[in-house]
């Protein structure tokens, strides 16, 4: 990083990452909330693009609270960091009439709401209070702006990138260090992401909170950080200026409350039935049509249940009045 005080050019003044990250990503004109194109989707590839599968997965956890709840009339699907609303839109093609019929389903996202999306979807800013159901947050808060520290100092950055330090890390940020990533060097602050989500799940009455996301945890955090930028497919320097997703991972036991279970996404969605297993060869004899569709399914499941890709997310599940999941007598 520059010493503090260097010039900067054109006589900008750094900020520290939270506000840099907040203008970009959220800021007028920025990278989420900008009006038009393609959206995340055109940038980066989640799950939920990867294939139908992983909605599928979903609606089978919907239906597995759905009957811890009791099958009420109202049942909440609440998808936070919604995007254009892919999974909501999958999940409720995948349940069956009489569960989808009961189903309230919100998209929370800053963003305006995309044309052409299923009339049943509410399109709100932030999630409803007294939700019975599932809470469900794909990719969301490696997105939560946070504050980045470098021995022992907030690290400021300017609209190109440019880093200097800053001001020595107190208070509320300082506890948070010293418990979920001590040991000095780069960090990532994820105080911010643990209060995100903490109010989140405070909005389930009854139900499952799960979020989804890169993760580390407290044994293996990052020496140098994570912090990264997206555009159009390809990983590039995480410049504050709204021209590209600034993401970092996700301290997710940090973020855990009482009773949630942390699971790797291979073992997330192997327990909803999502198997790369590849069909049997003679199927191929018998129905050529139905081995290459088997063929492709296991493929697309292979992907979101790789050890050393999407599979290695981490799911955060907090259970609220009702059980915890999974459980091998009801999955």
């Known amino acids: ?189 994820g105080r911010a992401r643990d209060e995100a989500w903490a109010a989140a799940v405070a909005s389930v009455e009854r139900g499952l909170a799960v979020a989804v996301d890169y993760a580390h945890t407290r044994d293996a955090r990052p020496p140098y950080g994570t912090l990264t930028g997206f555009r159009a497919g390809r990983e590039v320097p995480p410049v504050p200026d709204g021209s590209c997703d600034v993401t970092a991972h996700v301290a997710l036991d940090a973020c855990a409350g009482p009773g949630s279970v942390l699971l790797t996404q291979r073992e997330a969605l192997t327990a909803l039935g999502v198997s790369g297993a590849r069909p049997p060869l003679a199927l191929a004899s018998t129905d050529p049509a139905a081995y290459v569709r088997a063929l492709a399914s296991a493929g697309e499941a292979a992907e979101l249940t790789s050890r050393t890709g999407l599979g290695a997310f981490g799911w955060l599940v907090q259970p609220v009045g009702i059980p915890p999941w999974p459980r091998a007598d009801r999955t």
Request: aromatic letters at 8%; glycine letters at 14%; hydrophobic letters at 45%.
């Open 1 to 189: 990083m520059r010493a503090q005080g260097e010039a900067q050019g054109d006589g900008v003044i750094p900020v520290r990452w939270r506000a840099a990250m907040e203008a970009a990503l959220y800021g007028p004109d920025g990278f989420y909330v900008r009006p038009g194109g393609p959206g995340p989707a055109g940038h980066f590839r989640t799950s939920v693009h990867a294939s139908g599968l992983y909605a599928g997965a979903v609606a089978r956890l919907l239906r597995w609270v759905d009957t811890e709840l009791g099958h009420p009339q109202g049942l909440d699907l609440v998808d936070v960091g919604a995007g254009r609303g892919e999974l909501l839109a999958g999940v409720l093609a995948a349940l069956p009439a009489e569960v989808a019929a009961r189903v309230r389903a919100y998209a929370v996202e800053r963003a305006e709401r995309p044309a052409g999306l299923d009339p049943r979807v509410r399109w709100v800013a932030a999630p409803p209070e007294g939700i019975a159901g599932l809470l469900f947050a794909n990719e969301w808060l490696d997105n939560v702006p946070l504050e980045v520290a470098e021995d022992g100092r907030y690290v400021l950055v300017a609209p190109d990138g440019t880093e200097s330090p800053g001001g020595a890390v107190d208070g509320a940020d300082l506890a948070w260090l010293e418990r979920w990533w001590p040991g000095g060097g780069r960090a990532e602050i």
